[in-house]
């Protein structure tokens, strides 16, 4: 277990180890649980501070998995990090570097990063994991994601018990890159291997991957089964269900008819939450989105999480747009404007990426090619991890889909100099 998951004792090397104050196996335990826990429980992270303040990856991977500042404050650790980055491991030091080049929003020079190290400890899970992960979602580049994920040893005999969320996104990740690659095949068999040894630990991640499945091969009745049975264990993972839910509802892949069956759970959902429920809050003004009501629409965002901000601005122009009050769209961009400015500190490049994204979707609704392509580009070049991905299947985007420079720009990034694995 210690050195399946981001194993720490071994990745550390000896010199390094003769520089480093070994971190108290309570600590190191406290870690693996704080790994498996999602999402990062903050709370776990400060017990492990107080017995080894020294102990450099649990802040280390708070940031990376707090790229979107929704769990806590970033800056501290940040600093902390930073002032002690000549007295880390070797490994540690590359996910620090990795961290902050995420955050900065370059992705190759992120991706880089991580590389240098994942051949060296084949065995750290969670290392092949982000490897593979930013490859997918930074570089757009899912050959070089598989490329990594068929390099770790005995990948077909993971512990989904032991490793958590882990497991799911790392075949959820093999199975989107199957779909961007249009490998039918490949995916059919990645999921049947998949439901025939998965023990059901995690039903709302299984619901994702179903649904994908679904609508990759375009079986409208998986795809209204697993909606429905999604939908069943809404209460239970309301987050992923409406992340997922809405997911669906703005892709190209998905079937108007089946749209109008997830408008009217999602809807129905949403009442049962109650506005006061945090997760509905995140979904603020989704519902006036589907409803095309933009009366219920509102622009008092302060108080949500940095990109949870930026998409609700995007749901209030996309309602407008949908009532042809175009007038009322220009005070919304004017808003999204204020986030394109980084502040890497609080949160990654991923609020800047994902504002010039929504500006590139209204614009082109706008029909404004030439602004949306140039805000989508920036997007893309903030390594827009996640969204970089829809880019092909967003609905917003229909009318970029055949310009030469759009193509261009869904084209997958290589890392100079580097060599994919055969």
Partial sequence: MRESICGYWFARDFVDQ????PPK???YDLYLQLLLEWPYPEQILNEII??????????????????IGIAGENKKHFEFLSRHINYMSTYEKSWFQFIN??????????????????KKYPH??????????????????PE?????????????????????????????????????????????????????????????????????????????????????????????????????????FISRLSNPRIRETVFANTSEFLKTLGEEHPVYQLYINWQPYIHKDPGKLTLNLEHLPLTYQISNY????????????????RPVLEKLEEYLEPNFAQASCLGPGLAHYCRGQIFARMGDKDLALRHLREAKNLGLAKYMSYYEYDRSLESLYNHPEFQE???PIWPEGYEPEK
């Fill in 25 to 27: 196996y309570k600590a």
């Fill in 101 to 118: 080049s995420f955050y900065r929003g370059n992705a190759e020079a992120a991706f880089l990063h991580l590389e240098k190290i994942r």
């Fill in 124 to 141: 750290d899970i969670i290392l092949n994991q982000e490897t593979a992960s930013i490859a997918l979602e930074g570089l757009h580049n």
């Fill in 18 to 21: 003769k520089q480093i104050k």
């Fill in 50 to 67: 107080a017995i080894d303040s020294t102990f450099y990856l649990p802040r280390i991977q708070f940031l990376n998995i707090n790229r």
């Fill in 144 to 248: 070089l994601a598989l490329s990594i994920y068929k390099a770790i040893p005995n990948l077909n005999k993971m512990n989904a018990e032991r490793l958590g969320a882990y497991y799911y996104f790392i075949f959820q990740n093999m199975l989107f890159s199957y779909i961007y690659l249009n490998r039918e095949e490949d995916l059919k068999s990645l999921m049947s291997d998949f439901k025939r040894v998965q023990p059901d630990v995690h039903k709302g991640l299984l619901n994702v991957m179903l649904l994908q499945e679904a609508i990759a091969i375009k079986d409208s009745v998986l795809i209204e089964t697993t909606i429905e049975e999604f939908y069943i264990h809404a209460e239970q993972y309301p987050f992923l269900y409406l992340f997922y839910s809405s997911g669906y």
């Fill in 314 to 329: 995007a749901w209030a122009a996309n309602t407008y747009l949908d009532k042809g009050q175009f007038e009322d769209v």
């Fill in 409 to 411: 720009l869904i084209q």
